[in-house]
T-cell receptor, first 113, second 114 residues
Framework: AQSVSQHNHHVILSEAASLELGCNYS??????LFWYVQYPGQHLQLLLK??????LVKGIKGFEAEFIKSKFSFNLRKPSVQWSDTAEYFC???????????FGAGTRLFVKA | NAGVTQTPKFQVLKTGQSMTLQCAQD?????MYWYRQDPGMGLRLIYY???????DKGEVPNGYNVSRLNKREFSLRLESAAPSQTSVYFC?????????????FGDGTRLSIL
């Protein structure tokens, strides 16, 4: 069955620390991959997406993610986090051309000022 | 700049009651989605509508029905609510161009079934 796994449910970092959130997917065929973010009290929003091409994808607010096909992974990174990055982050995937986007369980990030 | 609007924002039901959650988008998007969000489980797709007049099952469709009456509106109906349906429900839409993943989300409806 198709699935998306996120390694950490809760992460606590100090400002300026580097961030890496793990994501693995289980899919057959070609996949599209996404990271979404939900800031406190706000809508879910798309952070970045990978469809094809360069496996290193850059998104908004200095985030990036790397697609490693051999590891079925799409980890999210940011070199230096800010207090305003406190949010819940969701990895998601779908089959290319399909509509069924499957989400991971989410990782709650808390950044200490 | 309404985007995706969901009503109601909160609702408490008794087991066995029925209810329809409303969703409307003003962005002229073709595709719309209903998700539920539960602690520790992320978002799970209930139903989606690729275009006006079409609907398809997602991961967890049992106990739900949907209607896509026009391009703007996509409603979710619980015919006989059960405590297991206590959740936060999100409606989403996506623009054309083959994106086909949810891009714009509503504020959510917090539903409690007693």
């Amino acid at each position: 069955a198709q699935s998306v796994s996120q390694h950490n449910h809760h992460v606590i970092l100090s400002e300026a620390a580097s961030l890496e959130l793990g994501c693995n997917y289980s899919y057959g065929g070609t996949v599209n991959l996404f990271w979404y973010v939900q800031y406190p009290g706000q809508h879910l929003q798309l952070l970045l997406k990978y469809f094809s091409g360069d496996p290193l994808v850059k998104g908004i607010k200095g985030f990036e993610a790397e697609f490693i096909k051999s590891k079925f992974s799409f980890n999210l990174r940011k070199p230096s986090v800010q207090w305003s990055d406190t949010a819940e982050y969701f990895c998601a995937a779908k089959v290319t051309g399909g509509f069924k986007t499957i989400f991971g369980a989410g990782t709650r990030l808390f950044v200490k000022a | 700049n309404a985007g995706v609007t969901q009503t109601p924002k909160f609702q408490v039901l008794k087991t066995g009651q029925s209810m329809t959650l409303q969703c409307a988008q003003d962005m002229n998007h073709n595709s719309m989605y209903w998700y539920r969000q539960d602690p520790g489980m992320g978002l799970r797709l209930i139903y989606y509508s690729a275009s006006e007049g079409t609907t398809d099952k997602g991961e967890v469709p049992n106990g739900y029905n949907v209607s896509r009456l026009n391009k703007r509106e996509f409603s979710l109906r619980l015919e006989s609510a059960a405590p297991s349906q206590t959740s936060v429900y999100f409606c989403a839409s996506s623009e054309d161009g083959g994106a086909r993943q949810p891009q714009h989300f509503g504020d959510g409806t917090r539903l409690s079934i007693l």
